[in-house]
């Protein structure tokens, strides 16, 4: 049984290098607890099934290759999908940049290319975004929870996947007071979104749960233990 994590957030060129440097411990752990969560889901007996974790990034300079880096450190399976065929999406990338990623791309255990045209790129970025939000169970976004920059940029893909009830965890950046905290959003707008706490292994497990809802034989998992917790009188 998979679960899907999808990334969105800004770019390098809006995080300066102290914050890349204070984001990186952050954005692992969050991996690192989604991984604790089903570790802990699992070690349940009456649970039917493995969990396999998987990330899924566009792999652009910034978030998604933080989240790719984290990912990997904490033994996710790395889907690239990609807004044009790898040829044409290095040309979004120089110098340094490219380098990464290159380095990225390789470490990547699968590449999707979509089928975006330079010409329309704000349309391929959208597309993206769209297909990212259709393969996550839960997305990531690291933001800084402004209006953004249109169709296909950070705030636009969270509200797209708030309209699509997949729940975000938002690795919230305050520029001004230089610090980073971490809430859940399960509904709402971009911008007046419905805010959870998302503190501890039991907040990550019930976000895991919720997720499986629907998932065959995980349902039925769930099933029980509401007719346990019912008959225990925990309900």
Same mark, same amino acid.
């Given at each position: ?20 440097? *204070? ?11 989604? $991984? ?8 349940? =007996?009456?649970? =039917?099934?493995?969990?396999?974790? $998987? ?32 040829? +044409? ?7 340094? @940049?490219?380098? +990464? ?7 990547? /255990? ?6 975006? *045209? $330079?010409?329309? *790129? ?28 249109? =169709?296909?940029?950070?705030? /636009? ?11 975000? #965890? /938002? #690795?919230?950046?305050?520029?001004? *007071? ?13 911008? @007046? ?30 099933? $029980? ?11």
């Amino acid at each position: 049984m998979t679960v899907n994590v999808g990334i969105t957030g800004h770019r390098a060129s809006l995080l300066n290098a102290n914050l890349v440097d *204070a984001l990186e411990p952050i954005v692992e752990e969050v991996f690192r607890a989604l $991984r604790e969560a089903g570790s802990a889901i699992e070690a349940d =007996p009456a649970f =039917p099934d493995s969990l396999d974790f $998987r990330l899924h990034t566009p792999l652009a300079s910034g978030a998604d290759q933080i989240a790719a880096k984290s990912a990997h450190a904490v033994g996710y399976h790395v889907s690239a999908i990609l807004p044009f065929v790898a040829e +044409e999406y290095r040309n979004d990338f120089e110098g340094a @940049e490219l380098d +990464e990623f290159e380095g990225a791309l390789d470490a990547a /255990h699968e590449i999707v290319a979509l089928p975006g *045209a $330079r010409s329309d *790129a704000v349309g391929a970025y959208v597309h993206v975004g769209k297909a990212l939000i259709d393969a996550a169970d839960i997305m990531v976004a690291i933001w800084d929870g402004g209006e953004g920059n249109g =169709p296909g940029g950070t705030a /636009h893909v969270v509200e797209l996947a708030l309209e699509s009830s997949v729940p975000v #965890i /938002h #690795i919230a950046i305050d520029r001004d *007071a230089k610090s980073i905290t971490t809430r859940l959003l399960v509904g709402g707008k971009a911008l @007046e979104p419905v805010v959870q706490s998302l503190s501890g292994t039991d907040a990550y497990c019930t976000l895991l749960q919720d997720t499986l809802k629907g998932a065959g034989a995980a349902q039925v998992w769930l099933d $029980r233990g509401e007719v346990a917790r019912a008959n225990s009188g925990t309900a």
